[in-house]
């Protein structure tokens, strides 16, 4: 599986878009992005994945360079909710992707009243 | 609901005393997996499982046993727990096919092993 290096934290002001950076250089083609969040000691939470297009949710947006060596997470308005760990992870796209799969330590966002 | 159920949530042991803590889902879900949670390290898998009776090591599973005789359940057994083994874990299920495959988890067992 590709590893993803991610940013240890970042601040974001409420109500102000939140950018989440992923860098996943050894990127398979068949592998998939995905997003989740961990908020407090929860279970993470899935937010969204895409492969090379764009993607938008009602959570979020995920936006994948032409290269696919990076992506970009986008919390349109950030709430104090939203404050959490953010995991970017990778996984093949065929049936049984998941196998072994390296979260790592994600990004603490605060997001600042 | 969909969920994945974990018990216990909490769990204060003793070095030695063997320990079971038990994973179930209501989704069907082929996959099945466990992670260990502890400050700075991020989510470490264990063990996972692509379907019954099919597991395979994860990142650290020194120490740790698992099962799957049946699709729903995934139980991760110690049976020898060590202070090291103190940690946050969390079970997970996915479908094993499909383009979507979000991991769903549930929601940790904290363990503390004097």
């Known amino acids: 599986d590709a590893k993803t290096t991610q940013p240890t934290s970042m601040d974001c002001a409420e109500g102000r878009a939140a950018n989440l950076p992923c860098n996943h250089s050894?990127?398979?083609?068949?592998?998939?992005v995905y997003w989740y969040r961990q908020i407090h000691s929860q279970g993470p939470q899935y937010i969204i994945h895409g492969l090379k297009n764009n993607e938008t949710n009602e959570m979020a947006s995920l936006i994948i360079t032409e290269d696919r060596k990076s992506s970009t997470l986008i919390l349109p308005h950030a709430t104090l909710r939203d404050t959490a760990v953010y995991y970017c992870i990778v996984r093949p796209a065929n049936s049984g992707g998941y196998q072994k799969v390296t979260f790592g330590t994600g990004t603490k966002l605060q997001v600042i009243p | 609901e969909a969920q994945v159920t974990q018990n216990p949530r909490y769990l204060i042991t003793v070095t030695g005393k063997k320990l079971t803590v038990t994973c179930s889902q209501n989704?069907?879900?082929?996959?099945m997996s466990w992670y260990r949670q502890d400050p700075g390290l991020g989510l470490r898998q264990i063990y996972y499982?692509?379907?019954?009776?099919?597991?395979d090591k994860g990142d650290v599973p020194e120490g740790y046993k698992v099962s799957r005789k049946e699709k729903r359940n995934f139980p991760l057994i110690l049976e020898s727990p060590s202070p090291n083994q103190t940690s946050l874990y969390f079970c997970?299920?996915?479908?094993?096919?499909?383009?979507?495959?979000?991991?769903?988890f549930g929601e940790g067992s904290r363990l503390t092993v004097l």
């Open positions: 499982s692509m379907n019954v009776e099919v597991t």
């Open positions: 997970a299920s996915s479908t094993g096919q499909g383009l979507t495959g979000e991991l769903f």
């Open positions: 050894t990127i398979s083609g068949n592998e998939y």
């Open positions: 989704m069907n879900h082929e996959y």
